[in-house]
Structures are given as C-alpha cells and as structure tokens.
C-alpha cells in the first residue's frame, strides 16, 4: 500500500505544512481533508473517492471545498464521505455566504455515512473500523484499515493513552498525531493533543512496526524535536511526516 502525506501540520497550515490529509490513492482512499486535500488532484486514480473525517474542525474538513478543481475534467463518479454524528456537518462548509455551491451541486454523487458505536465498513477487500477518542468539540474518530493482509492506523486529536493499544494494536503503520513536543505536555492536555512521550508509550505498548508522526503545531520551529523525543522510548522506525512525503509498506 502506497501512502502520501499532503497535510501534516495541525490547525493552520505554515509555508512548509498544509493540514491534515493523508492519501491512499491507489485505493481511493483519504483520511481528513483539511487544505492538503487540495493537492489530491495530481494523485487521484480512482474514479471514486472514499474520504474519512475523523471530526469536523477546519483542519480537517476545509479543503472539501476545493473539489471543483480537484475534478477538473476527470472522469470521476462518486465521492463518499465518512465521519461520526453529525455528519450533516459537512453541509456547513457549502453553505452561503461562505461558499456559492452546495454540496451536491458539484456534478457527481455524493453520499454521506455517520458511523456509529460498533460499526465497520468493508469497500472492495479493504476493512475500516473506527474507534472515537476524546476531543473538543465531541471527540474525534480513529480509523483502523486492513487491506492485503497490512493494517494501517490513522489516529489524530485527542491525547493518546494506553487505552487506545487494543485499537493499534501490532499496526503495520501507526499515523499518529504529535502536535506538541514534551515540554509543552500542558498546552497538549488542556488542547487534547498529543507529545511524544504519549505517542512512543502507546506505538510501544501496542506492538507497532512502524511509526509516523504529523499534525505537527505550525509554528514550532524544529519540528524534528518531536522524532527524537520519541524515539528516547519507542526505538523502532518513527518518521516525521512532511508534505508529500509518499511511503510503502
Ligand atoms: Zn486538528
Ligand atoms: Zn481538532
């Protein structure tokens, strides 16, 4: 499975980070689409696109409205959508006068599919479950794909504890938010994000191969920090993500 990272910075984008948006795209698949989702165009294969909101804040839902160009003279034919309660959310970003054309106005199918406590979902021969964790704003979902006997787990928002290990558990890929470094742990746990230390405890407790870290806070300024706090505790492969970054696994 190929991975590209097209936001990796968490609230507002800077001049190296867009927000958050990582891309499967030779399974149509992306998770969260904050403005990285406009880079989608120059990656998209498929003629259907599955997109997984883990919530609704901007960083993670504006670049929805760049789908015009996105499908500019593409043969595309349907967009799915998949987030928690509400998803009618999504409605709010093509609404005026923010913005002139609603949803479905966009000239392909669009549907929309609120998860629920216990609900999974299969596309082809690839399996999604979603777990919510805590967050502002009615908390945030995390999302668990298998495909090709790999699994994939794409976890933001919120600050990560041992209880999410049975959900990471032995992940090929763990896609971790890692928006604060260790000495800013209060700002972390007031804002429910995540540090390092938090990060490389869990990726190690679960049994993970390989860990990525983003949604990294625009304005710190060596980012780099954040890879090697964490691999004081967890000392298998951990990467920092930046913008367009693409990975195998
Ligand atoms: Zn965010
Ligand atoms: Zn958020």
Known sequence: MRIVFLGTAGYH????????????P?????????????????????????????HYHWDHVIGLTALTDIVWQKKFTALHIYGRSPISA???????????????????????DEWRPGKEWSIGDIR??????????????????????KT??????????????SFVE????????????????????????????LVAKLAKAAGVKRLVLFHIAPLLEKPGMLSREAKNIFHS???LAEDEMELEI
Do not use: W
């Not at 429910?192 to 230390?197: G, I």
């Open 237 to 239: 492969s951990v990467l």
């Open 152 to 165: 994939i787990v794409y976890l933001t928002d919120t600050t990560v504890t041992l209880d999410a290990a």
């Open 170 to 197: 032995g992940a090929d890929l763990l896609i971790c938010e890692c928006n604060f470094p260790n000495a800013m742990k209060e700002l972390a746990i007031r804002t429910t994000h995540s540090y390092p230390r």
């Open 90 to 112: 999504v409605h709010t970003l093509f609404k005026e006068p923010h913005f002139p054309i609603r949803l479905k106005q966009h000239g392909f199918p669009v549907t929309l």
């Open 13 to 24: 984008p800077n001049r190296k980070r867009l927000t958050s948006c990582v891309m499967l």
């Open 128 to 149: 999604i479950r979603a777990r919510l964790f805590p967050h502002k704003s009615g908390g945030s979902l995390a999302f668990r794909l298998e495909h090709c006997g």
């Open 26 to 54: 030779d399974l149509g698949i992306v998770f969260d689409a904050g403005d990285g989702f406009s880079q989608i165009r120059e990656h998209l294969k498929t003629q259907e696109l599955h997109v997984f909101l883990s």
